[in-house]
């Protein structure tokens, strides 16, 4: 899968994760968006780049579920995405040369 392809499936599902909290809010179901960058895994293997462990992801965001909260940031790069999001793009992709 190219890496475009691969981002848009990651921000389709942070979508379907958003309208699907808005579907169960009614019936007061908890859905919490778990957003990762990289995990160290058997699919990640081959990429060069800040890699976060497992554990570490599934603890953080088992800690945002036991808090009650909608999204959970994992690393560094899903909490940099989510800040530019309301950003000048020009800003976003400007960082990314630099990485």
């Known amino acids: ?26 019936q007061g179901t908890l859905v919490t968006g ?13 990429y060069v780049g800040d890699k976060v462990d497992p554990t570490e992801i599934a603890r953080v965001g088992l800690d945002g579920i036991e808090a009650g909260r909608l999204e959970v940031l994992a690393d560094e790069w899903s909490r940099h995405v989510k800040a530019s999001l309301a950003a000048d793009p020009s800003a976003f992709y400007t960082s990314l040369a630099g990485h």
Not at 1 to 26: C, F, H
Not at 34 to 46: K, R
């Open 1 to 26: 899968m190219s890496s475009n392809a691969y981002g848009a499936a990651k921000a389709a599902a942070w979508s379907l994760t958003n309208g699907v909290r808005l579907e169960l809010a009614g």
């Open 34 to 46: 778990l957003h990762l960058g990289v995990a160290d895994t058997d699919m990640s293997a081959d």
